[in-house]
Each structure stands twice: as C-alpha cells, then as structure tokens.
C-alpha cells in the first residue's frame, strides 16, 4: 500500500456543484494533515490544514477520520477558479508524503 | 515581497555539467526542503535542512548537494547532471507545523 494515495481523476464538474476528494494514508501515527492545489505549471500553494475535529474555510471543508486513515476536501458552490491539481500531504510537518494529486475541472 | 524565491525559474543544460540553483525565504521560517516534481507530477522530498542543519536527506544520489549558508537560504548543486535529473525543483520552507510554503520552481532540462 502507498502511503498517501488519491484518485488521480479527472473530475469534471458543472459549475455551482459540489465536489469531494478523499486522500488515504498507511502511517496511523501521522501527525499532521494538509491540502494544497497546483495549478498547470505552478508550485503547489498551501490550501488548508485539517484538524481533527474538522475546519472550513468559505466553501472548502476539510476533515480528518483517523479511524479510517483518510481526510477529505469538500468544495461547495465550485467556480471555474477552482479547477486545479489538489494535492494531500500527510506526515509529520518536516517530512511530508505528497499524494499525487486529483485532478479538478469545474465545466461552464 | 516574494516569500519563496529561486533562481533561475528555467535551467537547459547539457549531460555531463554542473549547475546550481538557489532559494530564499524571507518568512523567517527555520526548516527549509527541496523537492523533486517529476513527469509524471509525483513531488518527493529530497532534502531538509533546519536552522542550517541536516535533517532530512532521502536517497538522493550524491551528485546532489545542498548547502545551506544561513536559516534564510538553501542551495542546490548538481554534479555531472544526467537525462533522468530533468524535472521541476520545489524548494519550500516552514515554521512548526504551519505546512510547507514553495517557491516557484526551477525547471530543468537536461539536454
């Protein structure tokens, strides 16, 4: 098993929908939890932290199962902007294990 | 007011040179990495330093060294550069466990 892995995609989404991504992880004792987005040609850019008892932020929600060993990113009210790479990284802060990203478009 | 910058943002070069590549953080971040993204967009941690200091060093060959000469700056050298060493290399920083923070990438080409 990997120890981080993603759907890779593609997800194509109409506009205004909402789109969920799940990222898996293999180390229980994993620490800290994080999802970025890449957009083409560009580094990936810090999205948000996951906490345990689960954090929003506008209309991404991020969450944590440590039971399960996966975290979540829920996009409401999707717009074209959000069409990117998202990327989960998992571990402890100063080694994370990047997945290989899921791929978002938000159709007109 | 760049927070992670690096230089050259393009490097083509021919098998068998020597080049490097620079980062900088102004965030006043102690930890500092360097990543490899490959074709296939898998992003892998090469090096971390924190405070200057080795602390990460994944099995990277050693034609790859980093040298950090302060808190605030972490190089990059490549010797006798070879085809597979062609992909784009994130350099990044952080504080705690405040995430990761990249630079913008310098891509490489190795002709």
């Known amino acids: 098993r990997k120890e981080v892995e993603q759907d890779p995609g593609p997800f194509n989404v109409p506009e205004g929908a909402t789109v969920a991504f799940n990222c898996t992880y293999s180390?229980?004792?994993?620490?800290?939890f994080f999802w970025y987005r890449q957009d083409c040609r560009k580094e990936p850019k810090l999205l948000m932290s996951?906490?345990?008892s689960g954090n929003e932020d506008g209309r991404f929600t991020a969450q944590l199962n440590r039971a399960s060993q996966y975290i979540s990113l829920l996009i409401r009210d999707s717009k074209l902007s959000d069409s990117a790479t998202y990327l989960c990284?998992?571990?402890?802060?100063?080694?994370?294990?990047f997945g290989t990203g899921t791929r978002l478009t938000i159709i007109p | 007011d760049t927070a992670v910058s690096q230089t050259p943002k393009y490097l083509v070069t021919q098998m068998g040179n020597d080049k490097s590549i620079k980062c900088e953080q102004n965030?006043?971040?102690?930890?500092m990495y360097w990543y490899k993204q490959d074709s296939k967009k898998f992003l892998k941690i090469m090096f971390s330093?924190?405070?200057?200091?080795?602390?990460i060093n994944e099995t990277v060959p050693n034609r790859f060294s980093p040298k950090s000469p302060d808190k605030a700056h972490l190089n990059l050298h490549i010797n006798s550069l070879e085809l597979g060493d062609s992909a784009v290399y994130f350099c990044?920083?952080?504080?705690?466990?405040?995430?990761?923070?990249f630079g913008p990438g310098t891509r490489l080409t190795v002709l």
């Open positions: 990044a920083s952080s504080q705690e466990s405040s995430g990761q923070y």
């Open positions: 180390n229980s004792a994993s620490q800290s």
């Open positions: 996951v906490y345990s």
């Open positions: 990284a998992v571990g402890p802060n100063e080694k994370l294990t």
């Open positions: 965030l006043g971040h102690d930890t």
């Open positions: 330093y924190n405070n200057k200091e080795l602390i």
